[in-house]
């Protein structure tokens, strides 16, 4: 297959924040999701890239957005800021942020039944994201 891969430098994956983090280390088909969204089931090289923002299809299968005009590349908010690392099978477009598809969110933590209400400090230790509360 020849395909394009918009792919986050290693500057990009240091802000996501870490419960996205976690949850996708844990959850294979969030992680699938994600990462299909990186990428087209087609080669465009930059040169290709519309003038005008455009709708393309991912293999996730919703849309991102990109355009290439006299400010540089882009991909949804994301910055093209190295174009056409060609490959055997495609190319690669490393881009300066995650893409995140529309509607993903991380579930709020369920607390495990207890036999008895649980403390608010109690409830606050158990969720990951009150870690710096308490």
Do not use: C, M, W
């Amino acid at each position: 297959a020849t395909l394009t891969v918009f792919a986050p430098n290693n500057l990009a994956f240091e802000t996501v924040p870490q419960v996205i983090v976690d949850y996708l280390e844990k959850n294979t088909t969030a992680l699938r999701e994600v990462l299909e969204y990186h990428v087209l089931a087609k080669e465009v090289l930059s040169k290709e890239l519309p003038q005008k923002p455009t709708a393309v299809t991912t293999l996730e299968g919703q849309n991102v957005v990109v355009v290439a005009n006299s400010t540089g590349a882009f991909v949804n908010q994301a910055e093209v800021v190295k174009a056409d690392n060609l490959a055997k099978n495609g190319v690669a477009h490393i881009i300066d942020a995650v893409l995140v598809p529309p509607g993903f969110s991380v579930p709020a933590p369920t607390l495990a039944p207890t036999s008895e209400p649980a403390t608010v400090v109690e409830l606050a230790e158990e969720a990951p994201e009150l870690s710096t509360l308490v």
